[in-house]
């Protein structure tokens, strides 16, 4: 029996990494082709900052969707399991990404082609705000408790596995003459997804309710309306995740997405050697996670977090002063700290968020406020920080005051993040 369930844990795990893997790979992809496709294919006949400006919005503007979808599949979850909502994100996620790898771009269908590359988007932001709290939960309670900072660590460890498949693969592919990778390379990365998502739901198929969940329906407390449940008894716990997230998701689009864009355009380098310093950031922070679950599991989700954002806001000025001397050496070093630094954040975030909600409504508490931040401070992060740039002439000075003031943000909200751990259900939550 024992045996059973550490082989059940252990596939969960990696349900959750190939999860959070595709909804990365999705995300990165599209960020990194908006700096380098999306302006000049579906929004030509505007100024190259005007068009760049667009592709950023078709990239952040979804992210303002996430929210539905954490509330849609989360009541699913929340109500009828975990992993009926995790076959249909990820079904959702990844025929949004082939058929974005299969449209028309303004010159075969004008107008349309940046109407549909923007719904695509809506939809896939709609799948990606379900997928992500389910794929922590998964990991989460299956996980056993002493070890659930480990376990936590690893779908969020698949952020670093897609933004690295993803840079890997759009790398490969900008090898190719500038006219072929316009014209079919650039579809390549996305129509790759389909891989990844029929593993994903092959090993989620043969997957049962979460330990958690069942012992719920077991009881007889399963929630009848998780989301009003969650604003009627868990309103600050909603908020202080929006607030905790924020520094987790900003910073990362921006060294992640911004930097593209900026180090090529407004420092004039190269664009291979920029993707090759977020490729090695990448595997940076993907060795960092899990090392860093491991020790929360030690020490405390709570402390790490503190720590891995108070250094994210000592780095802000560090990290565009690096990228100012236009070397390929201190752009690679900038990027590998500021990944890691981030992979210290990310790595406790999640479990650190579930923690503060019990199982009736633990996968809506943490779908929207998780989603909530991320439409705040994530999707819009290169396109705020684009502006900043150009209002400022060229100087990197705001951009450096955002992520502390979104540092600054996160770290109180951290401060009033309670220690202890719900059970399963509480009276309180008894409707």
């Not at 969707?65 to 009926?84: A, T």
């Not at 998701?249 to 664009?271: E, K, N, W």
């Not at 752009?331 to 975030?349: C, D, E, P, S, Y």
């Not at 900043?388 to 109180?412: K, T, Y």
């Amino acid at each position: 029996m024992q045996k059973k369930q550490a082989t059940q844990t252990r596939r969960a795990l990696v349900a959750s990494l190939i999860g959070s893997s595709i909804e990365y790979y999705d995300y990165l992809l599209f960020g990194t082709m908006a700096s380098l496709v999306f302006s000049k294919l579906f929004f030509p006949t505007l100024d190259s900052f005007a068009g760049l400006l667009l592709a950023y919005a078709s990239f952040g503007i979804p992210y303002f969707f996430r929210p539905l979808g954490g509330v849609i599949f989360s009541h699913i979850g929340d109500k009828l399991g975990r992993k009926k909502t995790l076959v249909l994100t990820l079904a959702l996620m990844g025929l949004s990404t082939v058929l974005i790898g299969c449209l028309p771009d303004y010159e075969m269908i004008g107008f349309w082609a940046p109407c549909l590359l923007v719904l695509l988007r809506l939809i896939q932001g709609i799948g990606i705000g379900g997928e992500w709290g389910g794929a922590l939960l998964l990991a989460v309670e299956y996980s056993p408790e002493s070890k659930r900072g480990f376990g936590g660590s690893i779908p969020m460890m698949g952020s670093a596995v897609g933004m690295l498949l993803g840079t890997v693969t759009v790398s490969i592919m900008t090898l190719l003459p500038e006219q072929q990778f316009l014209s079919w390379g650039w579809r390549v990365p996305f129509l790759l997804s389909i891989v990844l998502v029929f593993v994903g739901l092959w090993i989620r198929r043969g997957l049962g309710e979460t330990p958690d969940f069942q012992k719920l329906k077991d009881s007889g407390s399963v929630s009848k309306f998780p989301l009003g449940e969650t604003l009627r008894y868990h309103r600050k716990e909603v908020l202080l995740t929006i607030g905790v997230k924020l520094v987790e998701s900003a910073p990362f689009y921006i060294f992640a997405t911004f930097v593209l864009s900026y180090a090529t355009g407004q420092l004039h380098m190269d664009r291979g050697a920029v993707l090759n310093a977020v490729t090695l950031g990448t595997l940076f922070s993907a060795f960092v996670i899990p090392v860093t679950g491991m020790l929360a599991d030690k020490i405390g989700r709570k402390r790490i977090f503190i720590m891995g954002t108070s250094g994210m806001m000592l780095f802000a000025f560090p990290y565009f002063q690096l990228l100012s001397y236009q070397s390929v050496y201190t752009l690679t070093l900038a990027t590998v700290l500021g990944m890691g630094l981030w992979g210290v954040i990310t790595a406790v975030m999640g479990t650190l968020v579930s923690d503060m909600f019990g199982a009736r409504v633990r996968y809506t508490g943490i779908s929207v406020g998780y989603q909530v931040g991320a439409a705040l401070a994530g999707g819009m992060a290169p396109l705020i920080a684009t502006t900043l740039i150009h209002s400022f002439n060229g100087s990197w000075v705001p951009v450096g005051l955002f992520i502390i003031v979104i540092g600054a943000i996160s770290l109180v909200s951290a401060l009033f993040v309670p220690n202890s751990v719900p059970p399963v259900f509480s009276t309180n939550e008894r409707i």
